[in-house]
């Protein structure tokens, strides 16, 4: 294949980035990586690229790095080709498309820690939704404020939802289930023994949001190699707007009208660690969470993460809160291959298990 020009390739990146209103200094990437490499002399773009030389010069990182070699190479960047697939396709239809792929929710709550309502009635809710299955995640111990469930409690409520999934619709079934905290040290806040038992465990941090960089990091890190963690919750923690009336959730009693920046964790490696331990980042529906942002969905799509479109629903009517993810995974090229609830019950529960 005859080499493609690399600049072009660079600078198409840029306005497709500026078209989609991405942050501005992920286009200026692009941009300051197009200028740098502009101002050589004819040859010298492909003599470093051979070396691998091309990020010892300011302004070119790994990412527009690996665009370059692959334009040289004869290859539509893969970063290129994500947007240009995305970009002109209708993002209705695909949002429309993966969310009826979808058939369950991984992550909800009950009145037995935090929701509004009995198991029963967001069984019921999912049902009438056209959902095969629902993983009921109540929250663990430490998180008092959300009334967490003791090892004690989970264990009874892992009776009680046995005794529920007898009288639901055949065809239907709640998925046992936990939104564990991540504690401080990675550890996760539930006897390994439950955590073993649970068919689906979704780990979020809820505490110690603030932490630095390198501390949110291992922190994250340790709990994604924690042979238990399935899927990495709302993994940077922020609010985007105020909680919808009547909708209360951990760490925001009384402060309702509070929004959170992103924590500070390197998403590369997260999502590395990821996408190597099969742990699924969650897409959050929540619309006052929208967690991660788009940016951060597409670079874990990059970095061949499994995603769950979540709604993380405290109350039957937000269970049909999954279109909005599913716009926000469509927008990034978020294909419905790579979303785990759209998955079979059986195969859900199958792949989090061979993890253990
Ligand atoms: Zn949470
Ligand atoms: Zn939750």
Redesign the pocket.
Do not use: L, M, Q, T
């Given at each position: 294949m005859s080499a493609r020009d690399p600049i072009a390739d660079l600078r198409r990146i840029a306005f497709l980035l500026e078209r989609a209103n991405e942050a501005t200094y992920r286009v200026r990437a692009f941009r300051s990586a197009a200028k740098a490499l502009g101002a050589l002399p004819a040859g010298a773009v492909a003599d470093r690229a051979r070396s691998g030389k091309l990020t010892e010069l300011s302004g070119v990182g790994d990412v527009t790095a690996r665009c370059v070699v692959e334009s040289l190479a004869g290859e539509e960047p893969v970063y290129l080709r994500r947007l240009v697939a995305t970009e002109g396709t209708d993002l209705d239809a695909a949002a429309a498309a993966l969310r009826d792929a979808l058939r369950g929710d991984c992550h909800t709550h009950s009145d037995w820690s935090d929701g509004g309502s009995p198991i029963e009635e967001m069984a019921l809710a999912a049902v009438e939704l056209g959902h095969e299955y629902l993983v009921l995640t109540d929250h663990s111990p430490r998180l008092t404020v959300a009334r967490g469930l003791t090892a004690e409690r989970l264990r009874r409520q892992l009776d009680h939802v046995a005794a529920v999934n007898e009288a639901l619709p055949k065809g239907f079934r709640i998925l046992t289930g936990i939104?564990v905290d991540i504690l401080a040290d990675g550890s996760l806040d539930q006897d390994e023994e439950l955590l073993a038992r649970l068919d689906v465990v979704v780990g979020?941090v809820?505490s110690g949001l603030n932490d630095d960089r390198a501390k949110m990091t291992r922190r994250m890190l340790t709990a994604i190699a924690n042979p238990h963690l399935d899927i990495l919750?709302?993994c940077t923690g922020r609010m985007v707007s105020s909680r919808p009336a009547g909708v209360t959730g951990?760490g925001d009693r009384g402060h309702r009208a509070r929004t959170r920046k992103e924590s500070d964790f390197d998403a590369d490696a997260v999502f590395a660690a990821c996408a190597e331990h099969g742990v699924a980042v969650e897409i959050n529906s929540r619309p006052e969470r929208q967690d991660p942002p788009k940016r951060l969905i597409r670079r874990a799509l990059e970095a061949g993460c499994w995603f769950a479109v979540n709604t993380?629903a405290h109350a039957p009517g937000q269970l049909d809160w999954q279109r909005f993810g599913c716009e926000r995974a469509a927008l990034c090229g978020v294909p419905p291959n790579r979303v785990v609830n759209t998955w079979k019950a059986d195969r859900l529960v199958k792949w989090a298990h061979t993890r253990r």
């Open positions: 939104e979020s809820h919750g709302h951990p993380d």
